[in-house]
């Protein structure tokens, strides 16, 4: 009956939804370049007014040490549960931008393969405006048909895709406003637009960053080269030698602390439907590739990884020009599993880096922001509640599956605020996320509007 009458809002309401989430994505909100300031104060302030517009009291922008955190709550009854939601407002840069077919601000809906029902291109469609802004209007749909069963309380931020740095200390100031039973959080993928499937971890991340120097400038490579060391040549050589045959990581005490899982737990993993052709089909290439003894879901999901992200160094420009360089610099990122602590890899890398180095060079080490994994119980109450939410909608019982991404305040839930959180994404992999050509299904933007009011009924019940 309730879900009835939510769907028929939804029904009526569908366009506004859709021309709304297309008005939030016009706008460039990069954390990660100080020139879009004003674009992020604009995004929060737009998502407090549509918070507003929903229904929700004591709407604030807070102020952080970074970009602010949009806060909302509607407090039906304190005496029941209360579903905290996260999502996040800032993007990824959206370069290389002559990859993109059209503007990364300039949403347009397109039909592909995947989405033959269409979808949304735009920087952030999935990745987190697109799923963020699904848990506003499902709030507004609870409201205005009087179906809310529960407390929310929303928490929206600006510095994910940068490492949350300002949200940490401001949920540990704000604890007893953040006050609740769980963290709901549309951030991450299923499976296929027919195969639902709901994650019960993240991994954690410690990333990197390395200079090498050679000589003291840049040298003319025919006057100097083959008599000095090449920083470039040396951090190629370096950085190959991190993984051995096997693809195995060399740095020592690397998987000292890796949880290993049990038989049972891989077979269950293994359930997991998964198509190698189509994977390899989706990216181009003719073989997949990792960690010997592990198939492609366990090398993404239960594995850790150490991957370049970025090299550079010497002449880039057009044409050629002989030069053999004084500095190289890499980024490096390493995700990491259960027990492994993002501080001890980013010290046990950075030791391990320096000690490789041959004396021909200098090397600095230096750490950025990390992260550490988390794991959600599937028997617990709310992904519980989840899984029946995704059922009904979707008509079959959703997978758990281990997603291979972070969201690294998700452990700060846990830590500070005691609660869990359910990892309740729609998007999927393919849908392009921090590459160019990002979209969201239409599809998946209705779902999960329509899936979310269940998780609520079923967390309350
Ligand atoms: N939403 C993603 C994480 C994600 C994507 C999880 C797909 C599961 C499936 C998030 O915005 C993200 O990109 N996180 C970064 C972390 C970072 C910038 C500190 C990541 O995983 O690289
Ligand atoms: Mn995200
Ligand atoms: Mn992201």
């Known amino acids: 009956?309730?879900?009835?009458?939510?769907?028929?809002?939804?029904?009526?309401?569908?366009?506004?939804?859709?021309?709304?989430?297309?008005?939030?994505?016009?706008?460039?909100?990069?954390?990660?370049?100080?020139?879009?300031?004003?674009?992020?104060?604009?995004?929060?302030?737009?998502?407090?007014?549509?918070?507003?517009?929903?229904?929700?009291?004591?709407?604030?922008?807070?102020?952080?040490?970074?970009?602010?955190?949009?806060?909302?709550?509607?407090?039906?009854?304190?005496?029941?549960?209360?579903?905290?939601?996260?999502?996040?407002?800032?993007?990824?840069?959206?370069?290389?931008?002559?990859?993109?077919?059209?503007?990364?601000?300039?949403?347009?809906?397109?039909?592909?393969?995947?989405?033959?029902?269409?979808?949304?291109?735009?920087?952030?469609?999935?990745?987190?405006?697109?799923?963020?802004?699904?848990?506003?209007?499902?709030?507004?749909?609870?409201?205005?048909?009087?179906?809310?069963?529960?407390?929310?309380?929303?928490?929206?931020?600006?510095?994910?895709?940068?490492?949350?740095?300002?949200?940490?200390?401001?949920?540990?100031?704000?604890?007893?406003?953040?006050?609740?039973?769980?963290?709901?959080?549309?951030?991450?993928?299923?499976?296929?637009?027919?195969?639902?499937?709901?994650?019960?971890?993240?991994?954690?991340?410690?990333?990197?960053?390395?200079?090498?120097?050679?000589?003291?400038?840049?040298?003319?490579?025919?006057?100097?080269?083959?008599?000095?060391?090449?920083?470039?040549?040396?951090?190629?050589?370096?950085?190959?030698?991190?993984?051995?045959?096997?693809?195995?990581?060399?740095?020592?005490?690397?998987?000292?602390?890796?949880q290993e899982l049990s038989a049972e737990e891989r077979a269950e993993m293994a359930k997991a439907p998964f198509n190698l052709e189509e994977y390899k089909k989706d990216l181009d290439i003719n073989e997949e590739r990792g960690e010997k003894g592990y198939s492609t879901n366990e090398r993404t999901g239960i594995r850790p990884t150490l991957d370049v992200n970025g090299i550079w160094g010497g002449y880039t420009g057009e044409g050629a020009k002989t030069v053999l360089p004084s500095k190289a610099f890499a980024k490096i990122s390493m995700r990491l599993v259960p027990n492994q602590s993002s501080k001890e890899i980013s010290d046990l890398f950075a030791k391990h880096f320096e000690s490789i180095a041959p004396k021909s060079v200098k090397v600095k080490v230096t750490a950025h922001h990390g992260g550490e994994p988390v794991v959600v119980p599937i028997t617990s109450k709310g992904f519980q509640a989840a899984s029946k939410a995704m059922e009904e909608t979707y008509g079959k019982k959703p997978v758990p599956t281990r997603s291979g991404g972070s969201i690294p305040i998700v452990a700060l839930f846990k830590k500070e605020l005691g609660m869990d959180s359910i990892l309740f994404g729609f998007g999927l992999d393919s849908d392009a996320l921090h590459s160019p050509n990002e979209h969201y299904g239409i599809f998946n933007y209705y779902k999960g509007i329509e899936t979310i009011p269940l998780f609520y009924k079923y967390f309350t019940a």
């Open 1 to 258: 009956m309730e879900q009835n009458q939510i769907q028929t809002y939804l029904n009526s309401n569908k366009e506004r939804f859709l021309n709304e989430l297309l008005d939030l994505l016009k706008i460039p909100s990069i954390s990660a370049k100080p020139e879009h300031k004003s674009d992020m104060n604009k995004t929060a302030e737009a998502i407090k007014q549509r918070l507003i517009e929903a229904g929700a009291d004591k709407v604030e922008i807070c102020p952080t040490k970074g970009y602010p955190v949009v806060y909302g709550e509607k407090i039906i009854d304190p005496s029941k549960p209360t579903v905290v939601v996260y999502g996040h407002y800032d993007v990824q840069p959206a370069d290389p931008l002559d990859l993109w077919d059209s503007p990364p601000f300039e949403p347009v809906i397109k039909k592909t393969e995947v989405h033959p029902e269409g979808a949304i291109f735009a920087r952030g469609a999935c990745d987190d405006k697109g799923q963020m802004y699904m848990h506003v209007k499902a709030f507004e749909t609870m409201m205005k048909t009087n179906t809310l069963p529960c407390n929310v309380k929303f928490m929206i931020e600006g510095e994910e895709e940068v490492g949350s740095p300002s949200l940490g200390p401001w949920i540990i100031e704000n604890k007893e406003k953040l006050k609740g039973d769980i963290i709901l959080i549309s951030d991450t993928s299923i499976i296929a637009n027919d195969i639902p499937s709901i994650d019960s971890g993240l991994r954690g991340l410690a990333y990197m960053e390395v200079e090498v120097t050679g000589p003291n400038r840049d040298l003319h490579s025919g006057v100097y080269g083959g008599a000095v060391a090449n920083p470039i040549n040396i951090l190629c050589k370096m950085i190959a030698s991190c993984h051995d045959e096997n693809n195995h990581i060399t740095v020592p005490g690397f998987y000292d602390k890796v």
